[in-house]
C-alpha cells in the first residue's frame, strides 16, 4: 500500500519559515511528478507547487512564487517544501501528493495518491 507522510507543520509567526517533508513509501510508486497543495477551513484545496521527478523542473502557484521552494531527494524518496516568510493567509493543512502519469501539475484531480496532510498555522 502506497503511503505519502508528510511531517513538519506547526505554529510559527509570520515572517518565519517551516519545512515540510513527504517521504514516500514505496520506491515502486513510479511517480511522474510530486505536488504539495493546501486546504484552508472552508476553501478548496488548492495548489501550491509540483516537481517534475526525473528532472527536477519545479511549478508555482503565484501566491508562493518566490518565498516557498519545492525540491525531492532521490536517494531519501522525500520531496520537501521550504516556506519562507511565511504569511497569516499561508494557514492551511498541507498535503502532499503523487502523479504517475503526465499531467496538467496543477490539477488537484489528477494526482493519483495523497497524504494526510500537516498542519501549518502562522500568527501575527
Known amino acids: 500500500q502506497v503511503q505519502l507522510v508528510e511531517s513538519g507543520g506547526g505554529l510559527v509567526q509570520a515572517g518565519g519559515s517551516l519545512r515540510l517533508s513527504c517521504v514516500i513509501s514505496?520506491?515502486?510508486?513510479?511517480?511522474?511528478?510530486m505536488g504539495w497543495f493546501r486546504q484552508a477551513p472552508g476553501k478548496e484545496r488548492d495548489f501550491v507547487a509540483a516537481i517534475l521527478w526525473s528532472s527536477g523542473t519545479t511549478y508555482y502557484s503565484d501566491f508562493v512564487k518566490g518565498r516557498f521552494t519545492i525540491s525531492r531527494d532521490i536517494a531519501e524518496n522525500t520531496v520537501s517544501l521550504q516556506m519562507d516568510n511565511l504569511k497569516t493567509e499561508d494557514t492551511a493543512v498541507y498535503f502532499c501528493?503523487?502523479?504517475?502519469?503526465?499531467?496538467?501539475?496543477?490539477?488537484?484531480?489528477?494526482?493519483?495518491?495523497w497524504g494526510q496532510g500537516t498542519q501549518v498555522t502562522v500568527s501575527s
Open positions: 501528493a503523487a502523479v504517475t502519469k503526465p499531467a496538467n501539475l496543477y490539477a488537484r484531480r489528477l494526482y493519483d495518491y
Open positions: 514505496t520506491r515502486t510508486l513510479g511517480q511522474v511528478a
